[in-house]
T-cell receptor
Framework: SAVISQKPSRDICQRGTSLTIQCQVD?????MFWYRQQPGQSLTLIAT?????????ESGFVIDKFPISRPNLTFSTLTVSNMSPEDSSIYLC?????????????FGAGSRLTVL | DQQVKQNSPSLSVQEGRISILNCDYT??????FLWYKKYPAEGPTFLIS?????DKNEDGRFTVFLNKSAKHLSLHIVPSQPGDSAVYFC???????????FGKGTSLLVTP
């Protein structure tokens, strides 16, 4: 399985600021996925990022709030813009796991953001 | 709208006994189901999966059962070990892509 490194692992942010989360994979992957887990909630898919094209956002998530970059096959960033306390969540990067079988994803350790 | 539901937020089981974690889903388009395990400060890790053409899949101490008519699946861990203490997420997807729909998770505590 791929190894995923996410930075930062955690951060405390002020309301109204923006933060960029980085996701580095140790192998080339076609699709990368960004998930969010709000406190006490399930993991929710924010968007799918393919290299060379614009990210595809799920219902309820927009590019202005969560801009994503995918400059190459091993790296992606997710920015949480104009943060409010409701954005306090764990943000997880994931990639397809070809060794794990159909529909299996490998996840990074996540970035825990607290917005004051 | 929560399409995958894990109605038990927590479960406590004695070491050596069976742990049964339950999951219900509402979307009949789901045809692939997965269980992930998550330790604190780590990302979820894949545990076991089952496709809708099967009703059981076994991997060592872990068995997943699928009841399509009831839109219900369960994960059995036997015998349970203290190292199994973690949050378990049920996830489902339609065969068309990798987008996974997750439940809220069940926190399993296995006591010695």
């Amino acid at each position: 399985s791929a190894v995923i490194s996410q930075k930062p692992s955690r951060d405390i942010c002020q309301r109204g600021t923006s933060l960029t989360i980085q996701c580095q994979v140790d192998s080339q992957v076609t699709m990368m996925f960004w998930y969010r887990q709000q406190p006490g909630q399930s993991l929710t898919l924010i968007a799918t990022a393919n290299q060379g094209s614009e990210a595809t956002y799920e219902s309820g998530f927009v590019i202005d709030k969560f801009p994503i970059s995918r400059p190459n096959l091993t790296f992606s960033t997710l920015t949480v813009s104009n943060m409010s306390p409701e954005d306090s969540s764990i943000y997880l990067c994931s990639v397809e796991d070809p060794d794990g079988g159909a529909n299996v994803l490998t996840f990074g350790a996540g970035s825990r953001l607290t917005v004051l | 709208d929560q399409q995958v539901k894990q109605n038990s937020p927590s479960l406590s089981v004695q070491e050596g006994r069976i742990s049964i974690l339950n999951c219900d889903y509402t979307n009949s388009m789901f045809d692939y189901f997965l269980w992930y395990k998550k330790y604190p400060a780590e990302g979820p890790t894949f545990l076991i999966s089952i496709s809708s053409i099967k009703d059981k899949n076994e991997d060592g101490r872990f068995t997943v059962f699928l009841n399509k008519s009831a839109k219900h699946l369960s994960l059995h861990i036997v015998p349970s070990q203290p190292g199994d203490s973690a949050v378990y997420f049920c996830a489902a997807s339609a065969s068309t892509g990798y987008a996974l729909n997750f439940g809220k998770g069940t926190s399993l505590l296995v006591t010695p």
